[in-house]
DNA sequence: CCAATTTGTTCGAAAAAACTGAATAGTTTT
DNA sequence: AAAACTATTCAGTTTTTTCGAACAAATTGG
């Protein structure tokens, strides 16, 4: 490879400051140092790269090929020393976390400030998945940090978790839901003539599992939490949820929560990641996380 | 820039060969050269690139992400390089041609065939055009030089042109059609009940104009002069043809050409390029087309 | 287990490359 | 016609790169 950056870097200047001279006094060089940079890269390239028009260079076809590529190289050259620069620094270039949609997002939300104002660098990606989608994404190396959703039912090699909340699930209605006008607590039965909203599971391999599904009821299924509570405040169905997620609503009164015979079920809530993840940013979120009172 | 590609050059070898020494043998320096081109690159960037493990380097993570996107920076140079060459030769990288569908692919393949032979390196793209589409072609820059379809009816500002073939247009029919029974010649009225093929213009912006188009006869617009000439042997419709492309089919006695009142045209084929086209490639074609007895 | 081999590094000397500054010649501006 | 600006040439200097011998550490082989 008979050419170097700094030949290209020459000839970007000398087109862009539009003399030799002018050139020469931005790179604090002397103009008879870049006649000898670009006549030596001629002769290394075997072909003319600017011919001489009046007093000044002009570049031929050949040479205009050189430049522009040459730019584009250049700035390729630079975001890979960065990079390389980012690696060395031990943070990631990129961490993706995944938030199960039980864990409530607005709660990550200041945990994300605080970690951006200490300008790591590194790019965040934020993914939502539901229920057993979360572990795929860790599994699958979509994810970096799963934060929410249930720990594996048998342990996988290579996965730390931690237990961080325990989320409360209630059954739920619209605070003008006939349901809110029955003797409690309400038995199966009961329950079963109103339409129920599920989360439909986001894991892309694993056996459909829809979350304490009652079995003659009608459904609608909903790809998110957010998708869940919407419908259930607007009346069209009924269903259990995360206390957490819904304590404004049940604070406003759009929503209410009914007794059941069914005892409602508290599921702790598990923050995932991979044992061997050594990143910087991955241990920052993990300790950060688990530090947390929540 | 502290950066050399030479350094990525040595990097990528010592990674190829699994040792300073092999590499350096591959290079034909010697080790102690590429200790020092390393450890200067270390310094240049300001973080280690190799650490000892054993009696042996290994490298470091961003050491990796050197070594990797490196190699494509290195690609990429020998690309760009390569295509300045090509364009020092006064050899396009690239020659469009537009083959009007009325011309006979298959009559230009021994050109190409020619010029494949002189091993310029010259990317052929063909595209194909019908009438009037392949002016426009030509205007907009999609290509460079126009084989076949009609000159433009007012001259265009830096367009040449010239005329290479007369195509002379006669009415068609396949060997089984009704109208192959019927007194000669045929007039207007009586080829009207049956149904005619016509090519749709393939131009973008043009005002659309069929070609001869009789008024009250049913139609089915194609895309091209084959699958015209395909429909028309299947005794699907009827239409004008250009004697050329289907002297075989003549021969064959597939399809048959019918006296008409309405006299028969001949049309003039054209080879169009733009007049400020300075390119070898271009010039060649243009050149050998023109010279052509056809 | 010890000698031989292979590894990468250090260091002084030598070679090559890059850079400088003054002189020069051509072109445009004033 | 002089002044200002262009890029280039060239001899001399500085910097960078390369070499090769000597060395230390790690592995291999008999």
Not at 39 to 52: A, C, N, S, T, W
Not at 128 to 146: C, H, T, W
Request: one cysteine or more; a neutral charge; charged letters at 20%.
């Amino acid at each position: 490879m008979k050419l170097t950056l700094d030949a290209l870097e020459v000839l970007d200047a000398i087109d862009k400051k539009g003399s030799f001279a002018a050139a020469a006094n931005a790179l604090f060089r002397v103009p008879s140092t870049l006649t000898y940079t670009i006549q030596k890269l001629e002769e290394d390239l075997g072909f003319v790269i600017f011919r001489k028009e009046g007093r000044r260079s002009v570049l031929t076809p050949a040479g205009r090929v050189l430049l522009e590529e040459g730019r584009s190289l250049l700035l390729a050259t630079q975001a890979m020393i960065d990079k390389a620069h980012q690696v060395d620094s031990g943070w990631e270039v990129r961490l993706n976390i995944a938030l199960d949609t039980v864990w409530d997002t607005q709660q990550f939300l200041p945990i994300l400030t605080e970690f951006q104002q200490l300008n790591t660098g590194v790019e965040i990606n934020l993914l939502e998945e539901v229920m057993g989608g979360s572990l795929e994404a860790l599994i699958e190396d979509r994810a970096d940090i799963v934060l929410g959703g249930p720990a594996p039912n048998t342990p996988i090699q290579g996965l730390q978790f931690k237990e961080v909340i325990q989320s409360q699930w209630c059954f739920v209605t619209a605070n003008h839901h006939p349901l809110t006008q029955t003797n409690l607590p309400l038995t199966n039965e009961m329950i079963a003539p109103y339409t129920s909203i599920v989360i439909k599971d986001s894991s892309r391999h694993s056996p459909i599992k829809s979350h304490r599904l009652m079995d003659k009821q009608k459904q609608i299924k909903v790809a998110s939490m957010q998708q869940k509570i919407s419908l259930i405040e607007a009346g069209i169905g009924v269903g259990f949820l995360p206390k957490h997620k819904i304590q404004n609503k049940l604070d406003e009164g759009t929503l209410v929560t009914l007794e059941t015979t069914e005892p409602t079920a508290i599921t702790p809530q598990y923050c995932s990641w991979k044992s061997n993840n050594k990143g910087k940013a991955a241990r920052w979120f993990i300790d950060r996380i688990l530090s947390e009172k929540i």
